[in-house]
C-alpha cells in the first residue's frame, strides 16, 4: 500500500534540484494571474493563501488584493489595533511582506514588524497578538504570517490571524477570499497602496521585539529550569526557518545544554534531504527530510526540528528516532495532564477526527475530556483562549498547550514549545518521549496507522465532501461490526468534509485533497500491520463502489 519513493528521498538535495531564486523573485512581480483561471484565484486552504508564482498563483498582485481585503475586513469587523505580522525563510516572503506593507500603510494600519528586519515564527505573532489583546475590550490586534508552512522552496503563504490569536475561521477567510478576487477581477482597482520607501518611513509602521518577549515568557509553560538542572543534552535543527533566531537566545537566557544542529538560512534549502516524492520540502514528520538529524540522534539525550514557520514539531529520540507524530502527541498529552497541577480538572483534550486512537486510550485513562474535531488547527482556537481545552492537536504535528497556570499561550500550532517538551519529559522521567511512548503502547495497545492517497476527479472530490452514511452502506469492516460512520465532528457537530468508518479495533476516514486529484484514506488498526491493509482496501473498495455507483451511465 506505500506510495512509490523517489530514489532520491532521503539523500542531499542536488543542485539541479534547487529553485532559481533570482527567476522566482522576477515571476512574483512580473506575473500577472488570470482570474478566470481557477487555479490562479486567491483560495484561502486550511492554512491561508499557498502557491508558487511560477503557477500564477503567488503573485504581487494576489498580495495587493488579499491585504487590501484584510484592512476592508478590518474594518467591518471594528479592529483597530495593531497588526502583528512575521514572515518565514521562504524566497517569496521578503517580497509578499514588501507588498503587503506598501497596502498596510496606504490604509493607515498600525503594523508591527520585527525590529532586526527578521524572521518571525507563526506562535510567535499568536503569543504577541494575545499578550497585546490581554484584559482589553476595544483597540484589539491581530495579525499576519506571511509562510507556506514546510512547503517546497519555490512556493510562497499568506495567512490572516484574528485577535483571538488563531487562524481565521472559514466565514472570515471566506469574506476576505471573496474580496480579494473582486480586486482582482478589477485589476486592482481599489487598492490603496504607496512606494515600499514610504511604507517603511511610515508612522503607521514599527519596529517590534518580538524574541525578547517570548524567549522570557517559555519559562511560565515548559518547566526550563528541570531541563537546565538536568543537563540534558539536546540538538536543535530549525530546518532552516523562522526558528534559527530564537534558539540561541532562549539556551543563554535558560542556559541548557542545546546545540543548534545547523543554522543555516538559504531560500533554496540546499542543507535539506529530499523527501520522499523528490521534492524538497521542511517538514520536520517526514524521515526523509529529517535524515539529518535522525542521523545524529545518538550524539543527543533528546533532539527535535521545527518546520519553515516553527508551527510544527519533530521528536528524534535517542531509543526509536524519529517519532511518529500521533506517537508524540499521545506521549505529550499522557505526560502533561500529569504533570500540570495548575491546570483545570475540567480541561479536555483536543484532536483531529483523523489522529490516532492512541489519543482517545490515553484521554480515557486520565479521565478527561476528548473533544474530536475536523481537520485544521482553527478548531482548538477558541477552547485554547477560554482553557476548556488543555492541549489541541492534529496528525500533521501540529499542536498546541496551555501555561503552567492554566491560562492561554498560543491559539495556533506551537512547534518551539513541543520540542522543549520533549526535553522536559527526559529531564524529569529520565526517560525520552520514545521510551515513554513504548510503556503507553504496551499498556493501552499498539497501533498501527498510515495514510495514503488514491485518484479521484474533481465531481468525485465532490461527492466526497457531501457523503452521507447511507450512501457508503458499510456495515462490516475488515471483519469486525462497524459501530459507527461518521460524516460530522463528534465533539462539535462541524462537518467532516469527507466520511469516517469505525469498529472495534480500527477504523478509517477518506476526505478529497484541496489541491491535487486525489483523496485521502486516513486508516489504523490495533491488532496488526495485516489488518491495517484490510482496512485500507475495505475503504479503497467501498469508495470506488460509491464513485462507479454515482457515475453517469
Known amino acids: 500500500m506505500a506510495e512509490p519513493v523517489n530514489p532520491l528521498a532521503g539523500k542531499p538535495a542536488p543542485p539541479s534540484m534547487l529553485v532559481n531564486v533570482p527567476l522566482l523573485v522576477t515571476a512574483y512581480f512580473a506575473n500577472r494571474p488570470d482570474p478566470s483561471v481557477p487555479a490562479q484565484r486567491v483560495a484561502f486552504g486550511t492554512s491561508g493563501h499557498r502557491g ?3 503557477d500564477g498563483a503567488f503573485n504581487e498582485a494576489h498580495i495587493l488584493a488579499i491585504a487590501q481585503a484584510i484592512c476592508q475586513h478590518r474594518q467591518r469587523a471594528g479592529v483597530t489595533g495593531p497588526l502583528f505580522i512575521g514572515i518565514d525563510t521562504h524566497a517569496l516572503s521578503e517580497p509578499a511582506l514588501a507588498s503587503a506593507l506598501e497596502v498596510f500603510a496606504a490604509n493607515e494600519v498600525e503594523v508591527m514588524i520585527d525590529q532586526h528586519g527578521g524572521y518571525t515564527p507563526t506562535p510567535v505573532i499568536s503569543h504577541a497578538i494575545l499578550t497585546y489583546n490581554r484584559n482589553r475590550k476595544s483597540g484589539l490586534a491581530d495579525g499576519v504570517v506571511i509562510t507556506p508552512s514546510h512547503n517546497p522552496p519555490e512556493d510562497g503563504g499568506f495567512k490572516y490571524n484574528t485577535p483571538n490569536g488563531g487562524p481565521a475561521d472559514t466565514s472570515v477567510t471566506a469574506w476576505i477570499e471573496r474580496a480579494a478576487n473582486a480586486l482582482l477581477e478589477a485589476n486592482l482597482e481599489g487598492v490603496r497602496r504607496i512606494p515600499h520607501a514610504s511604507a517603511l518611513k511610515s508612522a503607521c509602521v514599527h519596529r517590534h521585539d518580538y524574541i525578547g518577549p517570548y524567549v522570557a515568557d517559555l519559562a511560565n509553560i515548559v518547566d526550563m529550569e528541570a531541563i537546565r538542572a538536568s543537563g540534558v543534552k539536546i540538538g536543535i535543527d530549525p530546518l532552516g526557518g523562522a526558528g534559527v533566531q530564537y534558539w540561541q537566545p532562549i539556551i543563554e537566557r535558560y542556559g541548557i545544554a542545546a546545540t543548534i544542529t545547523n543554522d543555516a538560512i538559504d531560500p533554496t534549502f540546499r542543507f535539506m ?3 520522499w516524492d523528490g521534492k524538497i520540502r521542511m517538514d520536520c514528520s517526514s524521515p526523509d527530510a529529517m535524515a539529518r538529524l535522525i542521523a545524529l540522534r545518538d550524539r543527543y539525550d533528546i533532539a527535535f526540528a521545527n518546520d519553515t514557520d516553527a508551527d510544527r514539531h519533530g521528536i528524534v529520540t535517542r531509543s526509536n528516532g524519529l517519532m511518529n507524530p500521533n506517537h508524540y502527541l499521545a506521549t505529550a498529552i499522557a505526560y502533561l495532564f500529569e504533570n500540570r497541577p495548575g491546570w483545570s ?16 486510550r490515553v484521554v480515557a485513562r486520565l479521565g478527561r475530556k476528548l473533544v474530536e474535531v475536523p481537520v485544521g488547527f482553527k478548531w482548538f482556537v477558541e477552547g ?4 476548556a481545552l488543555g492541549f489541541g492537536g492534529e496528525e500533521s504535528a501540529g499542536a498546541s498547550f496551555l501555561r503552567r497556570d492554566g491560562s492561554v499561550w498560543t491559539t495556533d500550532k506551537d512547534g518551539l514549545i513541543l520540542g522543549l517538551l520533549a526535553a522536559e519529559i527526559t529531564a524529569t522521567t529520565k526517560r525520552d518521549p520514545g521510551e515513554a511512548y513504548e510503556r503507553l503502547a504496551q499498556e493501552l495497545g499498539t497501533p498501527f496507522y498510515q495514510r495514503i492517497d ?3 476527479t474533481a465531481a468525485q472530490k465532490e461527492l466526497l465532501k457531501t457523503l452521507t452514511p447511507e450512501q457508503l452502506d458499510l456495515t462490516e469492516l475488515a471483519g469486525e461490526k462497524v459501530q459507527a460512520t461518521l460524516t460530522a465532528a463528534p465533539g462539535n457537530g462541524a462537518a467532516f468534509g469527507g466520511i469516517k468508518v469505525v469498529a472495534e479495533n480500527g477504523w478509517f476516514a477518506a476526505r478529497p485533497s484541496g489541491t ?5 484514506i486516513y486508516a489504523e488498526s490495533f491488532r496488526s500491520e495485516d489488518h491495517l491493509h484490510a482496512i485500507q482496501e475495505a475503504a479503497k473498495g467501498a469508495v470506488a463502489k460509491l464513485f462507479k455507483t454515482a457515475a453517469p451511465a
Open 52 to 54: 508558487s508564482a511560477f
Open 273 to 275: 534531504t529530499v523527501d
Open 345 to 360: 480538572h475540567s480541561s479536555a483534550v483536543g484532536k483531529t477526527m483523523v489522529s490516532s486512537g492512541i489519543i482517545d
Open 384 to 387: 485554547l483562549g477560554t482553557g
Open 454 to 456: 488514491a485518484p479521484a
Open 516 to 520: 491535487e486529484e486525489v483523496y485521502k
